[in-house]
């Protein structure tokens, strides 16, 4: 499991610091699922190697809270066109969860719990083509801090 060499200097600390609190535990796994796991993965996109962030079931629960509480003023395309991306990718994720979080929905900011907020991010990492794995996405500053919003390889 330690066959890492190829990875970009700049996971190898995390990647020894997943190995290490992941124990014995781990299969074969791709590295980005040990960062994932480990809730301090970045999203990758020059090695084309996305490193998945969020799960399937949280992008689903973000869907339903985007229906309940977004929807009526938001269309989906807003969330990744050039302007949204322009605006957000290559910036820490905390910084988009605490925008909607601090602003929307708009008139009532923060009255959703804070896991709908987070859900709504995972959605729209999803709608960014940015794949789904086995870990939720953390809602907790420290964890989003550490994960960059970046594109997958193949988008656009
Ligand atoms: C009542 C209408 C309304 C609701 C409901 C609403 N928004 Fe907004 N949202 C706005 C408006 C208006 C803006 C633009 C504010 C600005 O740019 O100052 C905005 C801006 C945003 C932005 C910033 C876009 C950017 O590129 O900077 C995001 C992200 C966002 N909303 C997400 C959400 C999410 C997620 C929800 C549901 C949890 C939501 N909004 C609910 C009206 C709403």
Redesign the pocket.
């Known amino acids: 499991m330690h066959k890492h060499t190829h990875l970009p200097s700049a996971f190898l600390l995390a990647v020894v610091a997943a190995s290490v609190f992941a124990g014995s535990r781990m299969t074969a796994q791709q590295p980005g699922a040990r960062l994932a796991a480990q809730n301090r993965p970045i999203v990758v996109r020059d090695t084309g190697d996305s490193v998945a962030v969020y799960s399937e079931e949280q992008a689903t629960e973000g869907q339903a809270?985007?229906k309940k509480?977004?929807a009526?003023?938001?269309e989906l395309d807003?969330?990744t066109n050039s302007?949204?991306k322009g605006?957000?990718v290559g910036r820490p994720l905390f910084e988009?969860f605490e925008?909607?979080r601090t602003?929307?929905?708009?008139?009532d900011p923060g009255t959703?719990p804070r896991e709908e907020y987070g859900a709504?991010v995972a959605y729209i990492l999803k709608l960014n083509g940015l794949p789904a794995g086995t870990t939720r996405l953390a809602t907790d500053s420290v964890a989003l801090s550490a994960i960059t919003f970046k594109l997958p390889a193949s988008a656009p």
């Open positions: 809270v985007y509480s977004c009526e003023c938001h807003e969330f302007d949204f605006k957000w988009l925008q909607i602003t929307m929905p708009d008139g959703l709504t």
